[in-house]
């Protein structure tokens, strides 16, 4: 049943997926490329009646990447989607916030713990962040300089 | 003239700090700012730094109320990542645990709504039934909140044969005083035209915002990762998901106390039913994988989300509460309606969001204040007791 709803999905989205890993029946994880990303952000959410769950940001040693949880209650599974960033040092995705309410926030709060640029976000100003952390400190990044100009590394 | 009324941010009552800013004209909101952010702890961070048996107590302090969500979806978190296995006794253990804490932040909400809407008997009765449910947490826990009670593969702390047959009383002398509390909700006229029609979130503003819970429920909407996504021994007992095709604030009201008639319910169903046995597999290892891990709290879905490399602590760890989706919401709900009605609005969400106190209306063109926080109350309570009259109440 799981199988089916995640296999019908990766059918209907084609090319769009370039990689599929399944965790177990209740997990399913797909790679989708940054410009694909709204087009199945959209699909999953309006055609598929998707619930979004939320999405979690990293940077691993290959780059910065986002992976976006699908929630298909009607069907006990959780479709997360892992969209990489191209560019390492000033990573952008493409915002679904303005297609998708849900994605407001997030995207608001990945930018400002993770430094990750949304372009189309109709309103991209700081959720979390302090008025006084310093520019360029993104505390969810691997290598920070902090407020005392050390660098630390976790 | 547009009038700018600030709520919040920071109350004793609140966990979760939020600001609001209504902006009126006349008696009408006309628009919100919603701004949170004011005590960011950076728990994600700092989880990065924690074992995974730290982890089930530091995500333990994401939540005052609804402590036990955050950690029962931590652990199945990890439980998916490794591929745990959990014994029967310690899911009974988690479910039970979990309904307790359901029943006493919905009776908390309750007692909070009908204070705001000048109800304090409703506030005085809902707290006073809420004391044996924190009472017998402190017995079963050794704490009226924060548990302590889970742990990857099973839970900490076994339930005593004594506390079993407890529970079963104490949900036994609970029951009626739910249901005359539902009664007393639905029957009552003044909450009718108190509550019907106002805050409307349509099913399709819940798809758009993917709010969850009570909140969603409450329009008609039937989520429920208990029912959707079974975890703990949701599956093993019969138990319904509560929904209301009212889409208002009268409708959020009757989901919660009939969710409360349900959670009762459910722990006497465990407490009768909890097979004997162990209560931990003890788990040694997490491999590098990812884990994600959702429980219903009481105000809707807590998501975990967690990647292992291999070690004894996550490269990376996402938790999300529900008020993070749900709280959005509340452009759509109050825009439209009257400033009497906000206080209700907002906190239809249960936001945990308590602050009155720190509520004053600016005028916005010389910042002069000329509401108090208390002035709002008394005009929500005032128009309580305006309608009450002309009830003949």
């Given amino acids: ?154 | 003239m547009t009038s700018i009324v600030p709520i919040g941010p920071f109350h004793p009552l609140q966990e979760e700090p939020e600001h609001f800013r209504l902006h009126v004209d006349g008696e009408t909101v006309v628009d919100i700012d919603i701004n949170i952010g004011y005590n960011h702890r950076g728990i994600e961070k700092l989880a990065e730094a924690r074992t995974y048996d730290q982890i089930v107590f530091l995500v333990e302090r994401i939540c005052g109320i609804c402590s036990t969500s955050h950690p029962i979806a931590s652990v199945n978190a990890m439980e998916d990542a490794g591929n745990i296995e959990v014994p029967e006794r310690a899911l009974y253990i988690r479910t039970i645990i979990a309904e307790l804490e359901r029943l006493h932040s919905h009776l908390l909400w309750a007692g909070l709504a009908g204070h705001f809407l000048g109800y304090n008997t409703v506030f005085m009765w809902a707290w006073k039934y809420r004391e044996p449910l924190l009472d017998i947490c402190e017995k079963i826990t050794g704490n009226r909140n924060h548990y302590a009670m889970m742990k990857p593969g099973g839970v900490r702390r076994d339930i005593k044969p004594e506390h079993q047959e407890e529970l079963i009383k104490v949900m036994d002398e609970l029951m009626p005083k739910l249901l005359m509390l539902y009664n007393a909700v639905a029957d009552d006229p003044v909450l009718h035209s108190r509550l019907k029609g106002v805050g409307i979130l349509t099913p399709q503003d819940i798809h758009d915002h993917c709010a969850l819970g009570p909140t969603a429920r409450a329009s008609g909407v039937a989520i429920d990762v208990r029912r959707d996504h079974p975890y703990a021994a949701y599956d093993r007992v019969e138990w319904n998901v509560i929904t209301h095709p009212g889409c208002d604030v009268f409708a959020k009201t009757v989901v919660r106390l009939l969710e409360c008639v349900e959670a009762a319910k459910i722990v006497k169903l465990c407490a009768e039913n909890m097979p004997e046995g162990e209560i931990d597999s003890k788990p040694t290892e997490i491999p590098p994988a990812e884990g994600i891990g959702h429980a219903e709290a009481p105000r809707g879905e807590t998501f975990h989300y967690l990647r292992s490399d291999g070690t004894n602590r996550p490269a990376r760890y996402k938790a999300r509460a529900p008020t993070f989706m749900n709280i959005t919401t509340n452009t759509d709900a109050v825009i439209g309606e009257s400033i009497s009605d906000a206080t209700i609005i907002l906190a239809a969400i249960d936001p945990c969001y308590c602050c009155t106190e720190r509520m004053a209306v600016y005028d916005a063109k010389s910042g002069e204040k000329t509401l108090t926080g208390n002035d709002l109350v008394r005009m929500s309570q005032q128009k309580t007791e305006r309608i009450r009259k002309e009830f003949g109440l």
């Fill in chain 1, 1 to 154: 049943m799981n199988q089916t709803v995640a296999d019908e999905v990766i059918a209907e989205l084609g090319s769009k997926v370039k990689n599929v890993f399944v965790h177990n029946r209740r997990r399913v994880y797909i790679d989708v490329d940054p410009e694909d990303f709204v087009d199945t952000a959209v699909y999953l959410w309006k055609d598929r009646h998707a619930r979004f769950a939320i999405a979690s940001g990293l940077e691993t040693t290959a780059g910065f990447e986002v992976v976006y949880h699908f929630a298909f209650d009607r069907n006990d599974m959780i479709l997360s989607v892992r969209v990489k960033a191209r560019d390492k040092e000033r990573p952008s995705l493409p915002s679904v916030a303005g297609r998708i309410k849900a994605f407001a926030f997030i995207e608001r709060e990945l930018h400002d713990l993770l430094g990750m640029d949304f372009p189309g976000h109709p309103d991209l100003i700081p959720l979390l962040r302090a008025e006084d952390w310093p520019e360029d400190f993104y505390p969810l990044r691997r290598t920070n300089v902090g407020p005392d100009g050390k660098e630390s590394s976790t």
